[in-house]
């Protein structure tokens, strides 16, 4: 009676109906329901075997990895994965092909990481603020450590960017923003956003 006469009259937004019928804001069971349910939409979406081909980074938040399917999984490789198959939906070749993309904006580099990983080929261009640029290439450096083709210090100062530049080192590369101008026309295959 005490909890009712605190909690006020409305039970579902009271202490005791999370007693019988739902969980606490924030609690971990949320979280897996919201994974679970994107992972089994995208694997429905995914005629690529993606979730075969890439595997969550060993850099993984552990407190941030669910099982599902066997599979540790995270929210930041479920978006990555999302964010692939919709890449993958609109032009398959980035399967495998020898391809130059601009990612801007690509925070610490999630989707650079995936796209790698699912095709060696790639020649992925991060662009973004410097210092998102340092967390990018800091973790990333650690956790593909051969796959760095220019960091943000090789490469700011030069005036042309071109296919030749890029294709002499395969890889990630990571530039400023204010570097997209020097990138000449024809040189990027595809811009991500």
């Known amino acids: 009676e005490k909890q009712i006469h605190f909690d006020g009259p409305n039970p579902e937004n009271s202490v005791i109906n999370h007693w019988f019928a ?30 075969d081909k890439v595997k969550p980074s060993a850099g993984s938040n552990d407190q941030a990895l669910i099982i599902i399917d066997g599979i540790p999984l995270s929210w930041d490789y479920l978006l990555s994965a999302q964010s692939a198959i919709t890449l993958l939906e609109k032009d ?9 993309v601009l990612e801007i904006g690509a925070g610490w580099g999630r989707l650079a990481h995936f796209m790698t990983c699912l095709n060696p080929n790639l020649h992925y261009v991060i ?21 760095i083709a220019y960091n943000y210090l090789e490469i700011r100062g ?12 395969k890889g990630v590369s990571f530039i400023g923003t204010h570097s997209i101008p020097c990138i000449t026309e024809g040189t990027i295959d595809l811009s991500v956003n």
């Open 92 to 100: 398959e070749s980035l399967l495998s092909e020898e391809k130059i």
């Open 127 to 147: 662009s973004d603020i410097p210092l998102t640029l340092f967390v990018a290439q800091s973790y990333l450096s650690k956790i593909m450590p051969k796959k």
């Open 22 to 51: 739902a969980h606490m804001p924030g609690h971990k069971k949320y979280y897996f329901f919201a994974a679970w349910n994107l992972y089994k939409r995208l694997k429905e979406r995914d005629k690529f075997g993606i979730f």
């Open 158 to 169: 030069k005036r042309k960017i071109d296919r030749e530049l890029l294709n002499s080192r």
